[in-house]
């Protein structure tokens, strides 16, 4: 195999949720989204009254009233079905923001159309922020970078599908730091036009983690399956060309911003269904940790490859400093050749060297490793670990120390 990924995954134990803070969740969705132009192609509009107005007919603001998918007042709730089965979990969970961090004043580039779940992560990271619209996460990425917005976010993994390698190849091409992280529990809903029946639907659109994320409820209704940019940007699209037999994976929160119905609930494969993000940022980075706060450090390892000795000295840098790791992706690059593993597949991972001096330069490394270990990247122990791998190790890149947030938000 050209191109090998095996990873140890963050899973359920490890995402269980900390708090049990509950806030109205229209409450934590502020309609900033709506201020700001798209920066490469979505955009939205604002309503007369300040509200957002998604294409035209402005019945339904971000905190619209009439529309609550799940609340009480809808009509359409009654006709939504779970199709899995007993798949609302109920997390003690906030969906009233993380790790006290606020984030009046700053501007947050996510990919999608507003309502897309990276928009929902970056609001609940950072309350109060404002949300830029991105084609695709690439623009979202480059925003941040040449200055246009302060933050970006990207979702890099999720329980049901592992790490997004297509997303880790993009953080790496750039000179980004992490400044935090935030655990979405996804939920998905198959919306349609109003008055469209689920017998009347033939295709569904949706991101592709979304369809990938369902593909056995999408088997059982034998329906088509087209991938396009996000979640809201299939709602969007379904809205504005009014598809009577198309349906879109979205959030419940994306019916209610768009006006459709919600023809079932969720549609995920399994239960669990957890997205983690990271919030990047222009280096320096802007977060200075409390001495106490409970820390994380992500890393990028490149390495000679040959066998899997690496992975074990690697493993016993950490595990003789007793620092646990929450997270470790191996990845092999062999031959060039085709391959499992995402975007990069037959190809090297490309790293932005940042630490030579002079202009930082696009590396090509075939053997690499993403490493986060509990510790700050200033604890003597993480960078005496640190040290010990440059040893044997070609490159390694920090990309960034963080706050640990275990919490796991919900939409809902
Ligand atoms: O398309 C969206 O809404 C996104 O934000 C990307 C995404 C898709 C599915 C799960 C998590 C994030």
């Not at 107005?53 to 971000?62: A, C, L, P, S």
């Not at 007042?73 to 779970?82: C, L």
């Not at 609001?123 to 695709?136: H, I, Q, S, Y």
């Not at 109003?194 to 659109?205: C, D, H």
Request: hydrophobic letters at 40%.
């Amino acid at each position: 195999m050209a191109y090998t990924s095996s990873s140890l995954h963050l899973h359920k134990h490890l995402l269980l949720p900390k708090t049990t803070r509950h806030t109205n969740p229209s409450s934590s969705f502020v309609p900033v989204a709506a201020k700001i132009n798209g920066v490469n192609g979505h955009s939205s509009k604002k309503a007369p009254n300040g509200k957002v107005q998604i294409n035209g007919d402005g019945k339904k603001g971000v905190s619209g009233k009439g529309g609550a998918v799940n609340g009480s007042g809808s009509g359409r709730k009654a006709a939504a079905q779970h199709i899995n089965g007993n798949d609302r979990i109920h997390l003690s969970v906030s969906t009233g923001g993380a790790g006290g961090q606020d984030g009046f004043g700053l501007r947050v580039a996510f990919q999608g159309a507003p309502g897309a779940y990276s928009e929902f992560a970056a609001k609940t990271a950072l309350p109060g922020c404002d949300t830029v619209p991105c084609r695709a996460f690439a623009d979202a990425l480059a925003a941040v970078d040449g200055g246009a917005v302060d933050r970006a976010i990207l979702p890099v993994e999720s329980t049901m599908e592992g790490t997004a390698l297509r997303n880790y190849d993009l953080l790496l091409r750039h000179d980004l730091v992490v400044v935090q992280e935030i655990n979405l529990f996804v939920h998905y809903c198959l919306l349609a036009m109003p008055g469209v029946r689920a017998a009347e639907v033939r295709r569904v659109i949706s991101h592709p983690m979304a369809l990938a994320h369902c593909g056995r409820a999408l088997a059982r209704l034998g329906v088509d399956r087209e991938p396009v940019e996000d979640t809201a940007g299939a709602v969007e699209m379904l809205r504005s060309n009014r598809m009577l037999d198309t349906a879109a994976i979205a959030s419940p929160r994306a019916a209610d911003l768009y006006g459709l119905d919600v023809l079932a609930h969720g549609l995920q494969d399994e239960s669990w269904n957890v997205t983690r993000f990271l919030l990047l940022s222009k280096p320096p980075s802007p977060v200075t940790l409390p001495m106490d706060a409970d820390a994380k450090t992500s890393m990028v390892v490149a390495h000679r490859g040959g066998s899997m000795m690496v992975v074990l000295k690697v493993l016993s840098a950490f595990s003789s400093r007793n620092i646990n790791l929450t997270k470790l992706e191996v990845i092999n690059n062999n031959d060039g050749g085709g391959g499992g593993g995402g975007a990069a597949a037959g190809h090297p991972v490309m790293i932005l060297d940042t630490s030579a001096r002079g202009a930082p330069t696009l590396r090509a490394f075939p053997h690499v490793l993403y490493v986060d270990c509990e510790g700050a990247s200033h604890d003597p122990r993480v960078l005496d670990a640190i040290k010990e791998i440059e040893r044997f190790a070609v490159f390694v890149r920090v990309l960034g120390c963080y706050a640990a947030d275990s919490n796991v938000y919900d939409l809902q």
